[in-house]
């Protein structure tokens, strides 16, 4: 006998309808569809949600229930401690037998589905990945540790599977069960990041695609050339839309024509992003302890005024600071530029990369454990496919191969915007230092003699 019954399915970070493997198959089953979205803060394990990551989750669930609710559906929201608690209650309301969902990768994610699909009736999907984790092996049957190698091993396996179009249509229940009042969530955070972050993003699927578009038709041929200026538009800036899944890699991986020359730089960037994901999958304990284990001692220091310095850009380094006053005004840093702003944390302030981690998991709107973790680590050199820790960026040479004429600095900090292109860089040598702007608060040369006695304490 069919059962005839709702289907409940649960969405995670794949806000969106169109490329949503789970809702497509409860769409195709024929039975009325729920969809459902919890929030359970204690089962987010060691990296609850940051806050410039729940202003985005706030308007993208926005988002997505008028989404449905143009399509005479609903997204029904609860909120509490336990997952299958909140389930359990609403398979009790809706007579619903079976949970739909796509598979994710995070380590408590990974842990709380496990035991829920032990207890009640699921049915997983691919996850929003381009390739899953185990689908790919170095010879000696474990995960790869080293980008190139990996990239080459997932080309072999051919393109990843086509994207799903969206549902034309859905059965919906006669009655939906009770849904909380998203408002009553208070995701938006209190300090004044509403305004500010909403001139700089539109956190919906609407905006996923126009910026998709804008990026695939007008800058993602020059992006090889491009991406490392962070005065320039060359990268995509897709970032938050992929990990709150309002658009699917697979669906730019389809839009970008990644056979394409012109595109291939690019989407290997989405294979980068599988990567992380996969090493998080594969080594759990990576979002909070090194994967290469001699780091586990590193003399890392404890200074709180540093730290806060760097936070609040004002190192008297100007791209470094540059680099954080964007952060903080838009929940978003040039790609290039996080690569030295945690460098400088770690090399020339030899405090841990955990402390970066930390910072940017509460203020980017992107903030992704996987990449994240992985991007830490790459900085710290101890992780996979790290930079080695000797190698330490200079902040001044780095400013001026990136940002030459001063733009980006000119725009985030202002105080320098009258020093010339040369003295910008270096505003303590210049004729007339400004007086509102701190020198530096460490002497890169002694702080990387430092960071390499450091390393030499370590060494076995």
């Avoid at 980068?272 to 759990?284: G, I, V, Y």
């Avoid at 080695?388 to 902040?395: I, S, T």
Wanted: aromatic share 12%; hydrophobic share 35%.
């Amino acid at each position: 006998m069919t059962d005839s019954s709702p289907i409940l399915v649960w969405f995670r970070n794949d806000l969106r309808l169109h490329d949503h493997p789970a809702f497509r198959a409860a769409a195709d089953d024929g039975n009325p569809v729920i969809p459902v979205y919890l929030h359970c803060r204690d089962s987010e394990g060691n990296w609850p949600r940051g806050a410039a990551s729940n202003w985005w989750l706030h308007h993208a669930l926005n988002d997505l229930s008028d989404q449905l609710n143009k399509k005479g559906s609903r997204l029904i929201l609860r909120s509490g401690k336990d997952p299958e608690e909140l389930l359990n209650t609403l398979m009790k309301e809706t007579g619903a037998t079976r949970i739909f969902w796509n598979r994710r990768f995070e380590p408590a994610g990974i842990q709380v589905d496990t035991r829920i699909k032990k207890n009640l009736s699921v049915t997983s999907y691919r996850g929003d990945m381009l390739w899953e984790p185990n689908q790919v092996k170095t010879q000696s049957g474990g995960p790869y540790k080293v980008f190139t190698p990996f990239y080459r091993a997932l080309q072999k396996l051919g393109p990843p599977e086509d994207p799903l179009p969206e549902p034309r249509e859905w059965i919906s229940p006669s009655a939906f069960p009770d849904s909380e009042n998203l408002k009553d969530w208070n995701l938006l955070p209190d300090i004044p990041w509403d305004t500010a972050f909403t001139d700089h993003w539109d956190p919906s699927c609407r905006g996923a695609k126009k910026q998709m578009a804008l990026f695939l038709d007008e800058q993602v041929e020059d992006y090889k050339a491009e991406r490392d200026f962070p005065e320039k538009a060359g990268t995509s800036r897709l970032s938050p839309y992929l990990h709150f899944g309002q658009i699917s890699s697979r669906t730019i991986w389809f839009e970008a024509g990644a056979d394409s020359k012109g595109t291939e730089a690019y989407t290997r960037q989405l294979v980068w992003r599988d990567f992380a994901k996969q090493l998080l999958f594969h080594f759990p304990q990576t979002s909070d302890s090194p994967l290469q284990e001699k780091y586990t001692d590193f003399p890392w220091l404890q200074d709180p005024e540093a730290l806060k310095k760097w936070q609040q850009g004002q190192t008297g380094y100007p791209l470094i600071d540059a680099g954080m006053r964007e952060l903080w005004a838009t929940g978003w840093m040039h790609n290039r530029v996080r690569m030295i702003v945690a460098s400088f944390l770690v090399k020339d302030l030899l405090i841990s990369w955990q402390q970066g981690a930390q910072w940017f998991w509460d203020t980017l709107v992107d903030a992704d454990l996987a990449n994240n973790s992985m991007g830490w680590q790459w900085a710290g050199g101890c992780g996979a496919d790290a930079a080695p820790y000797f190698r330490v960026f200079n902040p001044i040479l780095q400013s001026k191969k990136f940002d030459k004429s001063g733009q980006y600095i000119r725009r985030w900090v202002p105080e320098l915007r009258d020093l010339s292109d040369k003295d910008i860089h270096e505003p303590w040598n210049a004729p007339h230092p400004p007086q509102d702007y701190p020198p530096p608060i460490v002497d890169h040369a002694d702080a990387r003699d430092r960071a390499l006695d450091a390393l030499a304490s370590i060494k076995s």
